[in-house]
């Protein structure tokens, strides 16, 4: 993976419209992989990481490690024919979803129980899919089973389950985990690729205590985050 690029002149239209709080919207160009289009993404900065309103709306870091897994070697179990449609959860920014938008043409629905994040995602499939009318952005928050059945009225179908770095709080895990089983249950979806980092206050053992609970199979491989650099890194080193 590339670092990730500052490119003001072709977004600041679009970040102008963001900054509703004072803070200044960063505007990415990410290269992912020679495979795909670089991915344009308006986000918060990070130091705003710790604000609770902010916390979906910037780029976290298991969103890369998904990224690399729907990148693999393997991805044609992922997307055997193409067509696949994909459903993500939580999907902040957007990353993970708009690369699959590249992997599959099939419909791609981004989701975040965040009204605002809902917003900044819809800026993010006009960048990157302005032309492409099964790329779509819906409100869906957790837990929230009538939601989710809203949500897939609007999709033909859902192959693949897709979320990163969703896990950060043990109120949300039972949620989110809950959507999971109504999708696998009620959708083509087999399994639901998840990449998290482990924090303090929760972590793999949690997962699989509200998994168990849940009679869903979990299964937990280690990786390692890629770094993530931005300008102000490189300026900084």
Same mark, same amino acid.
């Given at each position: ?7 003001e ?21 990410? %290269? $992912?992989? @020679?495979?795909? *289009? ?9 130091? &705003?990481?710790? !604000? ?8 976290w ?26 459903l ?21 629905v ?13 800026r ?9 009318d099964? %790329? $779509?952005? @819906?409100?869906? *928050? ?9 949500? &897939?009225k609007? !999709? ?13 709080e ?18 083509a ?31 937990v491989?280690?990786?390692?985050p ?12």
């Amino acid at each position: 993976m590339s670092d990730v690029g500052d490119d003001e002149g072709l977004f600041g239209a679009l970040a102008d419209a963001f900054d509703d709080a004072g803070e200044s919207v960063e505007c990415h160009s990410i %290269v $992912l992989s @020679r495979q795909v *289009p670089p991915i344009r993404l308006l986000t918060f900065p990070r130091h &705003l990481q710790h !604000v609770a309103a902010y916390v979906p709306r910037v780029l976290w870091p298991a969103s890369r490690l998904l990224c690399d897994l729907l990148l693999a070697d393997d991805r044609d179990k992922i997307f055997p024919t193409g067509d696949e449609g994909v459903l993500e959860l939580g999907s902040g920014v957007g990353l993970c979803g708009l690369l699959c938008g590249h992997l599959t043409r099939g419909p791609v629905v981004l989701t975040d129980g965040d009204e605002g994040s809902v917003g900044v995602l819809r800026r993010n499939v006009e960048l990157n899919f302005p032309h492409r009318d099964n %790329v $779509l952005v @819906r409100k869906l *928050p957790w837990g929230d089973e009538a939601a989710l059945q809203e949500v &897939l009225k609007d !999709v033909s179908r859902v192959d693949v389950l897709v979320g990163a770095d969703l896990i950060y709080e043990p109120a949300a895990l039972s949620a989110l985990l809950r959507t999971v089983r109504a999708c696998l249950a009620t959708t083509a979806a087999r399994r639901f690729l998840l990449t998290f980092v482990q924090r303090s206050m929760v972590g793999v053992d949690d997962v699989r205590q509200v998994v168990e609970t849940l009679n869903v199979v979990c299964d937990v491989r280690e990786l390692v985050p890629p770094p993530v650099t931005t300008p102000d890194d490189a300026s900084s080193s």
